[in-house]
């Protein structure tokens, strides 16, 4: 699979190696390409994930502000929730395209 900012590619992984979480893809971070991620300031916790990093992405000329996320220490119990460990990998905005 590959995720696509502005026809840029910024992920290409194995579907097998991806976590899919209420409708997300989420990402190993080797997947993903490393310039095309800047850390975001902006703070989020989710209730059974955690602590969230916000990244902006960035591709194809075009910058889009809090495109990503990840969780990189999971709360306990939140991988066996999905069935894997996702921790550390990195999920994008709707507004990037997953194919």
């Given amino acids: 699979m590959k995720a696509r900012l502005n026809g840029t590619v910024i992920a290409e992984a194995d579907e097998n190696d991806l976590v899919r979480i209420e409708g997300n893809w989420?990402?190993?971070?080797?997947?993903v390409v490393s310039s095309a991620l800047s850390p975001s300031p902006t703070a989020?916790?989710?209730p059974?994930?955690?602590a969230a990093?916000?990244?902006?992405v960035a591709g194809g000329g075009q910058t889009l502000e809090d495109g990503a996320w990840a969780?990189?220490?999971?709360?306990?119990?939140?991988?066996?929730?999905?069935g894997s460990d996702f921790a550390g990998f990195?999920?994008?905005d709707r507004s990037v395209e997953i194919s």
């Fill in 48 to 50: 059974w994930k955690g």
């Fill in 53 to 56: 990093q916000y990244y902006h």
């Fill in 71 to 82: 969780y990189p220490d999971l709360r306990p119990g939140a991988a066996d929730r999905v």
């Fill in 26 to 31: 989420y990402w190993p971070p080797v997947s």
């Fill in 44 to 46: 989020y916790t989710c």
């Fill in 90 to 92: 990195i999920a994008f």
